[in-house]
């Protein structure tokens, strides 16, 4: 397994092995010793194309997550919302398919989101923190401030999804 950092502090690329032959591939998807946050909650979610699910974040009980492709591929995005970050409002992205398996460790205090771009995506997570329902907001997915470049044209939000706050209403309401 190799690490890739990236000029975001704590988000990081690990690019894993897999061992392949006639039979097909045996993969390993996480090594406790290479990272040294506890994950006590798993999650998957599937998606059809173009759905798009995001921006999230948990304001208290944050969490990290480790996201896995485990089927098909997604353009995963990820936005700094730690306050003293120097790299706060900017985002990260990245292609991620069952194809590279290749994850992402995404630090305490990113919102995260994806589309799915193949017809049927399964994307697995583990998580540092147990989900809080009453903690939870959403960042709109195209706010004008972030200037996120998604790949496609037509998207299937959540009503949740579509009702979320820009990233500027954000700041005011909960960064006073």
Known sequence: MKLIKTKFKGL????????????????????NRQIQEKFPFDAMSYSKKNVLRGLHLQLRNKQSKYVNVLKGKIFDVCVDCRKNSKTFGKYFSIYLSDKDNNSLL?????????????DE?????????????????????NDKDLKIKWPLKKQILSKKDKNALSFNDYQKKYLK
């Open 106 to 118: 995404i630090p305490k205090g990113f919102a995260h989101g994806f589309c799915a771009l193949t």
């Open 12 to 31: 990081v690329i690990y690019k894993k092995n897999t061992y392949k032959d006639k039979r097909g591939y045996f993969r390993e998807l996480f090594l």
């Open 121 to 141: 995506v399964i994307v697995h997570y583990k998580c540092s923190a147990y989900r809080d329902k009453n903690s939870e907001i959403n960042i709109l997915w």
